[in-house]
């Protein structure tokens, strides 16, 4: 799969908001080529809400472990809850060491695994998703979409 497939297949989902930073927008440069997804049918993110899911393109002066940095490599990351996150992971423990020298799970791709900064909110990470978890990234897409409905209509109620 190509980030550009991925994308595309958030566009199907109903009240998308895609939000990528680009040189000279209001975003801060960091965030620059990466991708953000909320849901928002009106088109406004809600105070103090965080997106379900974002591509990232490049390492983070923090979150170093996936190896962003190496050509044509890049992260997708969804948040699935800690329900689903201990489904399929168990508890999660502590969170890696996003900065570790030492090449690990982290790096890997084609593979989820628990997001190396924020899995104890239920997140994961697949570098450069591909044919051995298209299907799971697609049900985990799905999932993360629909708690991110449920949470804009609590918040709506």
Do not use: C
């Not at 550009?4 to 040189?23: K, M, N, S, V």
């Not at 379900?52 to 992260?75: G, H, N, Q, V």
């Not at 690990?104 to 570098?127: E, K």
């Not at 299907?135 to 985990?140: A, I, S, T």
Request: hydrophobic letters at 35%; charged letters at 25%.
């Amino acid at each position: 799969m190509s980030m550009h497939e991925i994308i595309d297949r958030f566009h199907t989902l109903d009240g998308l908001l895609h939000i990528a930073p680009e040189a000279g927008g209001p975003y801060p440069e960091l965030t620059w080529g990466d991708h953000f997804f909320y849901f928002a049918p009106d088109g406004e993110v809600l105070a103090n809400t965080q997106p379900f899911a974002t591509i990232i393109t490049k390492d983070y002066p923090d979150d170093t472990a996936s190896e962003l940095s190496a050509p044509d490599r890049w992260r997708l990351n969804l948040h699935i809850g800690r329900a689903r996150f201990s489904a399929l992971f168990g508890e999660p423990g502590p969170d890696v060491d996003a900065n570790a020298d030492t090449p690990g799970q982290q790096s890997v791709t084609d593979a989820i695994h628990p997001h190396p900064l924020y899995s104890r909110q239920g997140w994961v990470a697949v570098v450069n998703p591909g044919s051995r978890t298209e299907k799971q990234v697609d049900e985990l897409l799905i999932a993360a979409h629909d708690d991110a409905r449920h949470r804009w209509e609590r918040a709506q109620s």
